[in-house]
């Protein structure tokens, strides 16, 4: 019984097994699609039943089909994406979307590249990314104001810090001495030859790519010798509506007053300069005080006026954005805000208005067409004086600052200096002194600008593998400057030598600017090894500039202000037209194998109406390669190698941002009425002439740059330290300078395609997470950049090129910048200064000793400036002008610091330049004593005098006190704290209830602290923004520090 029972359990379990095992191998056809991040079908992915051997492979579609059981799981895993896994259950049809990895092939990080986007991990060439996170912690109204020091290779000079200045942005160094050296902008796919950043609300960006070598840039072909700075703005993206909303508060100040002597030493350096032979009746002179009624002693205790406090102010400023976006899962993306921006500037009666509006669409039409249209307008306005250019004059008089710093301290007993028009004491006749605070408070200046960029564009997805993409765009950019003078400005005022009286004009200059590209963008993988991406694309772009202008002097209607200038007695009306045309034919091919080795070609023509029909098309290939070298099996299964590549590249570039588009044409200019040797007489009347100015050339092209790049980027410990070093070297041919032509010619001069230069650079970023826990993070940011530059040739037969400045009278004739060839460019120029002439230096006789130069045959006195004899002839004079000083840095850099604690965050960053001189041609001036009645630096009491006989500094008045000379070339370097800020974010828990998703207030501080050797008001320089005089420091409008408390709201 027992042994049937048991025969009988044992069917039963047998069955059941069965049962359950036929249960278990019941399996379903499972088909599906996989596709990347971009819905480009992937070929050759893996598609793995989990725990077993059984798969299969994706087709050249994506496409595959599987049997599979319910319970089971399927594993689809390919090279440089995540692994997807997926449990089958029910389903019969198993569609999967597989993005990039992020460790062992490098972070996928988006970048911006020449029509269109690629991962870090496929880029060839030198391409940063602004790190906009830490960027915009800091008080900046531009966007160009916040990369100084963020990039390695990228300069920012700007020329002061004036209101609504733009920057001066030069990529691995000037490739032009006569040309614009300033990138290529790409502001929302469309190209532009000027950044417009004042135009453009910063908190609207969403990210700024430099491409900086050949393999990147020349896709842009003839204007991408200067690198590209793309800039995208904010979209909106997948999901409900957000709204964002903040405002800052923002107060600024002076941050470095020049040190001017008071009342007292003033007055004593006006009796060293008073001579018996050159009193004149317009000279007032304190001795006539002394000994009457005051002694120089009282002039201690004689309060004198700072016009520095006088003149500046406590500025404020307001700033508000508020947004909308949001996005839908069938492809709708949205964005529309509005930013209005008021800020003061710290010299009174000077603002920067903006206000401005922006929207973008992303309209799914079909599953294949899509539509995205884009707009940002804005429009600015800027009031006040600027120092730098407050009148077009070549008397230093006319300069805003030179009145603040020279303007008298102390006048006669009981006189109102500060309601005082003019210097009455100053002889007029050479040197018009006028009240600055009058000057500020009077002269009306004011600049509107009305800025559109639109654009839209049409997507067609042919096929998976095929992209079509036409895009048409359309740019405004209209200017309006305003000035008007009434009887208490420097030129309005009845007594003024300009003899203008009442006096005003108004400015026009309309830019438009049109484009349409067309892209055909195939991307493709074959097999499970090889990876194409190409393009090919078709693009017209077209400028028309127009520039109009009314100008009137003796106006009767002053009441009338601005809008009486159509009352004047004479008016002049300028105007200006030129237009341009551009088309091009591109593409690049994209290859790599597994992701590890890489190579892109690019190829451009560009065909330019600025050029003469026998060279008016150009021809720009490039060639890139790299090699993820942390693929190779040696560094597979490393721990502590993240990412390894080398990158390599070629390619020729062009720069055709010529000063005209006219330049090959022969020109001819009329001389109307300025009583120059081309005018003439005839029947009594003098009568205007014309005169050829500027000599035919068919032959004159572009110039062109060729660049070779080597670079290696480095990721450690899951990139816990990453480094990038590029090492580059360009040469740009071909330049666009001005020859001298024989008198036979009939020309004086004429423009050429002559010359050579050379920039050779390392570039070298290091970023680091130093610490990481779950409520602590540090991290950190360096950058550091070397450029050497070099001119390679010049015009035939010349091995220099000098360069004077306009700024005044007494020194506009001379050449204080040369470039020579084997030389950088820009060098300063002048004599060696040794100091003063002392007693020993003379004999009895008061002659000087033998084997002492003179200065050009004066004769000279102890005190006076000492040159060095460069040439050995025991005279001083012009032949001993050398190079005395380089307005290059030999290094740039940044780096900052990113702390995070729960819900705090601290940035500090740090910027610098070093190894640059700046001429401080304040110093001549105000360093000198041979102005009468001008007040001096502080620094000018410890001059040459009987009393203080050892001082080099040169006595009242002394001979050669007007030559540029070492003496003011000055070490330019410094390290400058830009900005510290400092946040909390609310914990989202907390603002839940009131419908708020985060909220973060913030206070930073910007140009917090500067060390320098430099004595003038600020080293970070250059007001004249030229690559031939870089480094010239005059009249400065002065860069402010300021404080600012603000808050980010999202709901």
Not at 738 to 749: C, I, K, M, N, V
Not at 925 to 931: C, D, L, Q, T
Request: proline share 3%; aromatic share 12%; net charge neutral.
């Amino acid at each position: 019984m027992k042994k049937a029972l048991k025969r009988t359990a044992a069917a039963c379990l047998l069955t059941l097994s069965i049962l359950l095992s036929g249960e278990a191998f019941a399996q379903n056809n499972v088909v599906g699609r996989v596709v990347d991040s971009n819905n480009v079908p992937l070929i050759g992915v893996n598609v793995v039943v989990k725990g077993t051997t059984t798969g299969t492979t994706t087709g050249v579609d994506g496409n595959y089909a599987i049997k599979v059981a319910e319970n089971q799981t399927l594993v689809f895993s390919y090279l440089g994406y995540t692994t997807v896994e997926e449990m089958v259950g029910k389903r019969t049809a198993i569609n999967v979307k597989m993005t990039e990895e992020a460790t062992q092939l490098g972070a996928v990080e988006i970048v911006n590249i020449g029509y269109g986007t690629t991962t870090r991990r496929d880029l060839t060439g030198s391409v940063a990314k602004a790190d906009l996170g830490t960027m915009m912690k800091a008080n900046v109204t531009s966007f160009d104001q916040a990369l100084g020091g963020r990039i390695a290779g990228v300069v920012v000079t700007t020329g002061d810090g004036s209101l609504g200045a733009e920057a001066n942005i030069t990529i691995r160094g000037n490739n032009s001495l006569t040309q614009s050296n300033a990138p290529l902008y790409i502001i929302d796919g469309f190209p532009s030859e000027g950044s417009f950043a004042t135009s453009i609300n910063p908190a609207d960006i969403e990210s700024i790519d430099v491409l900086k070598d050949a393999s990147a840039t020349a896709i842009y072909g003839a204007r991408g010798a200067n690198g590209v700075i793309v800039i995208n703005t904010k979209r909106g993206k997948e999901g409900k509506p957000t709204v964002n909303f903040s405002a800052s508060f923002s107060m600024s100040h002076i941050a470095n007053k020049i040190d001017l002597m008071d009342g007292y030493e003033f007055v004593r350096l006006q009796n060293e300069l008073v001579s018996p032979t050159s009193m004149e009746s317009s000279y007032y002179s304190y001795s006539e005080e002394l000994g009457r009624n005051l002694t120089l002693d009282d002039y201690r205790n004689i309060p004198g006026i700072d016009w520095q406090d006088e003149l500046y102010r406590t500025a404020f400023q307001q700033n508000y954005n508020v947004s909308l976006s949001g996005g839908t899962k069938e492809g709708l993306r949205y964005n529309v805000g509005f930013s209005a921006l008021d800020q003061d500037g710290i010299i009174i009666r000077s603002n920067f208005q903006r206000y401005q509006g922006k929207a973008n669409f992303t309209l799914p039409i079909t599953k294949k067409l899509s539509l995205n249209a884009n707009v940002n307008y804005s429009r600015t306005a800027t009031n006040g004086v600027n120092p730098t250019t407050a009148e077009t004059t070549s008397s230093s008089s006319g300069w805003l600052m030179y009145s603040v710093w020279g303007y008298r301290p102390v006048g006669k007993p009981g006189q109102d200096l500060l309601n005082t028009i003019i210097d009455e004491s100053v002889d007029g006749s050479n040197d018009y002194r006028f009240n600055p605070v009058k000057t500020a408070q009077n002269e009306y200046r004011k600049t509107l600008v009305d800025y559109l960029n639109s654009n839209i564009a049409l997507t067609w997805k042919i096929t998976p593998e095929l992209t079509f993409k036409t895009t048409g765009g359309y740019v405004l950019n209209k200017r309006r400057r305003e000035e008007f003078n009434g009887t208490e400005t420097y030129t309005g005022y009845p007594g003024s030598p300009s003899g203008k009286g009442v006096n005003g004009a108004i400015y026009w200059t309309d830019q438009t600017s049109w484009t349409n590209e067309n892209t055909l963008n195939y991307k493709r993988r074959f097999g499970r090894n090889h990876n194409v991406d190409m393009m090919v694309g078709l693009s017209l772009q077209g400028q028309n500039n127009t520039y109009e202008g009314i100008s009137s002097t003796q106006i009767t209607s002053e009441e009338l202000g601005i809008a009486g200038i159509y009352t004047g007695s004479y008016q002049s009306v300028p105007s200006n037209y030129y237009d341009w045309r551009m088309m091009s034919m591109f593409l690049r091919a994209n290859y790599n194998f597994r992701y590890k080795y890489y190579l892109t070609f690019s190829f451009r023509a560009d065909g330019s109406s600025k050029f003469p029909a026998g060279n008016r098309w150009g021809y720009f290939p490039s060639v890139g390669a790299s090699w993820n070298f942390n693929r190779e099996n040696l560094f597979k299964k490393s721990d502590w190698l993240t990412n390894g590549k080398l990158r390599f590249s070629w390619g020729l570039t062009g720069n055709n941002r010529t000063q005209t588009p006219y330049d090959f044409y022969s020109q001819i200019t009329v001389t109307p009425g300025s009583g120059d040797s081309f005018d003439y007489v005839f029947d009594g009347k003098r009568v205007p002439g014309y005169y050829f100015s500027n000599m035919a050339n068919d032959r004159l092209k572009w110039e062109t740059t060729a660049q070779w790049n080597v670079g290696i980027d480095l990721g450690f410990f899951d990139n816990r330290l990453k480094v990038t070093a590029d090492w580059y070297d360009k040469v740009t041919r071909d330049l666009l300078l001005y020859a001298l032509l024989p008198a036979t010619s009939g020309y004086e001069q004429g423009m050429l395609n002559i010359g050579k230069i050379r920039n050779r650079g390392f570039e070298f970023t290091l970023e680091t997470v130093n610490i990481k826990t779950r409520q602590f993070q540090w991290s950190t940011s360096f950058n550091i950049a070397f450029n050497r530059n070099r001119i390679l040739a010049l015009v035939d037969n010349q091995n220099t090129l000098q360069t004077s400045v306009t700024w005044e009278t007494h020194f506009n004739s001379q050449f204080p910048y040369i470039s020579q060839v084997n030389k950088p460019t820009g060098m300063m120029y002048g004599f060696i200064y040794d100091g003063t002439y002392k007693p020993e230096d003379f004999d009895a006789a008061g002659n000087l000793k033998s084997g002492i130069p003179a200065y050009k045959g004066n004769k000279m006195q102890p005190g006076d400036m000492k040159y060095r004899d460069m040439n050995g002839d025991g005279k001083i004079d012009d032949y001993d002008r050398t190079i005395i000083g380089c307005g290059q840095p030999l290094h740039t850099g940044g780096f900052s610091n990113n702390f995070t604690w729960k819900n705090f965050d601290l940035n500090i960053f740090f910027s610098w330049s070093y190894g640059n001189d700046i001429l401080n041609a304040n110093r001549l001036i105000f360093e000198s004593g041979w102005k009468s009645q001008t007040n001096q630096l502080a620094s000018y009491a410890n001059r040459w005098t009987p009393s203080n006989p050892t001082s080099d500094t040169p006595r009242a008045a002394a001979t050669g006190s007007e030559e540029y000379s070492s003496r003011v070339i000055e070490d330019g370097s410094f390290l400058r704290l830009k900005n510290v800020s400092l946040g909390y974010t609310i914990p989202s828990r907390q603002l839940r209830k009131a419908g708020i998703s985060s909220l973060r207030l913030y206070v930073s501080a910007d140009n917090i602290w500067t060390w320098t050797n430099y004595s003038g008001p600020d080293p970070e320089v250059s007001t004249r923004n030229s690559v031939l005089t870089p480094g010239f420091d005059w009249s400065a409008y002065p860069r402010a520090y300021g404080f600012t408390a603000g808050v980010n709201i999202t709901f």
